[in-house]
């Protein structure tokens, strides 16, 4: 019988994981676990299609459902056969070699990849397969990297265009994919998993114009590519490996620059990387910060950095790729060419001002990191070392400054010493404008926010947002897909998403690839609401859209109530379908949101523009708030990092007796 996780649940009901934990524990019809663990439990997927059916659920009706549906009535080690079996030809999806009914299952999978994959891409199809696939299968220190991390590492490396490349440990094809997008024209790769090679070849034959060529096995232990030499090398190997072959692999010619410790087996790869450069090539890793501290590592740093063998070091903000917690580190190496002098700068890059500058509503502006990043790297490359020294964000270290009793190589801890004075005070004060700016803006909306009056109690009648749209008074827009077509021509569209409908700036979103048949245009007067709760309050943030927002795509997680201006005022419907009776339903709801069922009273016009009008004082209020608040973060930031990297100083009128202590509570 098929089997689901609980995460699978979530997919196939469109809901969280919250949501389905809740339905197990305020249900009690809902299905028992049939395997699986109490950490994981597994469930009938007939079982559970027919509670949700009575439960009044709608099931995600996809072709990446019925695809996820059609491998989990399977066993793994048949899914793992048919990805085995499976080919991307010029005809579409085939898998040969199974025969009797797995011959069958095959070809009635190759289908399912065909139309997922037209539908929501290769990458949804192959990885709905890989994950039912590695069902227990060790993967321990694996992670997946981020298409956008994979992509600036790729274009980090100086001669990968039109250079053969290799990944060594190339696991779900990211890396792979990022080199045949930056020109690369041979594709190699390696990985322990049998799953993973299937993974990655099937990725890079229908997405690219090139053959790969990915081979099984431990590169470590039993390297496919012995003695082959690359024009770039690509990799985010496993971290934490406790049997990486320390022992056997004592005497391999590979450890130009040490032995690896049985402790470090990152810096094993390194040098396996660096061993299958030509000489002049680069090697980008991708590396936990731990590397760049250990002291069981330090003889190893040392000898990468004496010998120039080590550019650059680029640290990332955590929360950029798995795992999340930590801040991972971009390595850039380059085997050195006989003969030929050694640097004498090291390049330390340090993204988290970045990163935080660019987040603003907890995103990331990966347009932003890349571009910058890239910039300062080939500055520093072309021997235009000031150039590379953006303040607080990179700093060009002599190799004799580097190579103390520690050889650390954080780059935070070269950026901060290297900060000039003059650019951070002038930042300070550009923070503090700003601070000034958004507390006097806050001051004057909150002094505009009147016009109330104590209510003797009103009795009203409501209506939902069902019954208004069935008398044609709105118009609910439910948000679609935005993901590429292979078939059909795309365009670059802005799109609103649901933290743009928070931050209330016209204009906003991200660029994005849409279909033009499924990209919904937001007009001004919509009201956009969020599908999702803030992170303060389990209530959601509407909007009105104004007229710079008119041309953008309705996003992901958004939807959009198009309004009949002649009998409803925006502002008035945003209001009350936030308030607070609103907010109540929603939070204790066990199925997905649905706006439907919101309600709004019956007022003439003249009363809702009333409404309306204090509606839209009060939400940009609160958008001027956080901006504020932002702001003061912004100042915060600057001047802590000036006061302890000692580019700043307290002046005389800050001495003890000028605090008032005790005033101010934390």
Known sequence: MPEVSAAEISRLAGVTRATVSNWRRRHDDFPQAIAGTD???????????????EHGVEVSDSPASDLRTL???REPELVRQVMKALRRSEDGWVASGLGGEESAYAAEVAEAVARTAERDGTRVAVDTLAERAMEGTPATGVYTTPAEVAKLMAVLSAKLAAADVLDPACGS??????????????????????????????????????????????????????GHRFGSVLCNPPYGQRDWGSGELALDTRWDYGLPPRGEPELAWVQHAIAH??????????????????????????????????????????????????????????????????????????????????????????????????????AFDAG???????????????????????????????????LDAGAVSHQVGDAMSRLASAASELTSLAAEVTGWSEAA???WRFVTVADLASHGQLEWIRARPTGADRNEATDTRRVLTAPDVATGNPASGTMATARPSEAIEVRAGDILLPAVRSDRSAGRTARVA??????????????????????????????????????????????????????????PLSEQQRYGAI??????????????????????????????AGALVPDDSMDAGSIAVGKVRP
């Open 615 to 644: 509606f839209r004082r009060l939400f940009l209020l609160r958008v001027t708030a956080g901006r504020a608040f932002t702001a003061a973060e912004h100042v915060i930031e600057h001047m802590t990092t000036g006061l302890t």
């Open 546 to 603: 104004v007229a710079e927002d008119a041309g953008a795509v309705l996003g992901p997680h958004v939807h959009a109530l198009r309004v009949d201006g002649e009998r409803l005022d925006p502002w008035f419907v945003a209001g009350f379908l936030t308030g607070a009776e609103n907010v109540s339903a929603t939070r204790t709801s066990t199925v997905r949101f649905d706006p439907s069922r919101l309600r709004v009273p019956v007022l």
């Open 384 to 418: 235009e070392a000031d150039r590379a020294e953006v303040s607080g964000m990179a700093a060009a270290a002599r190799l004799v400054n580097v190579l103390d009793d520690e050889v650390d190589l954080t780059p935070a801890r070269y950026v901060r010493s290297s």
């Open 173 to 226: 094809g990211s890396l792979l994919l990022a080199a045949a997008a930056a020109g690369a024209t041979e594709l190699h790769g390696q990985d322990v998993s049998q799953i993973q090679v299937d993974r990655t070849r099937l990725l890079l034959e229908a997405d690219t114009e090139l053959q790969p060529d990915i081979r099984l096995g431990d590169s470590l232990m039993a390297d496919a590519f012995s």
């Open 277 to 378: 450069l030509e000489p002049g090539a680069d090697a980008v890793l991708l590396l936990p910060p731990a590397v760049a501290t250990r002291p069981s590592g330090r003889k190893i740093r040392a000898n990468l950095v004496r010998t120039g063998a080590l550019r650059a070091v680029i640290g990332l903000t955590p929360g950029t790729a798995q795992p999340w917690h930590i801040g991972l580190q971009i390595w850039i190496l380059r085997r050195p060419v006989p003969g030929a002098a050694v640097p004498d700068e090291l390049l330390f890059v340090d993204t988290t001002p970045l990163s935080k500058e660019a987040a603003g509503e907890d995103r990331v502006d990966w347009d932003l990191i890349t571009n910058s990043v890239v910039q300062v790297w080939r």
């Open 457 to 459: 109690g009103k009795s």
């Open 71 to 73: 491998v989990r009535s």
């Open 39 to 53: 950490a994981r439990p597994l469930f009938d997927l007939n079982q559970v299609q027919g509670w949700l059916s």
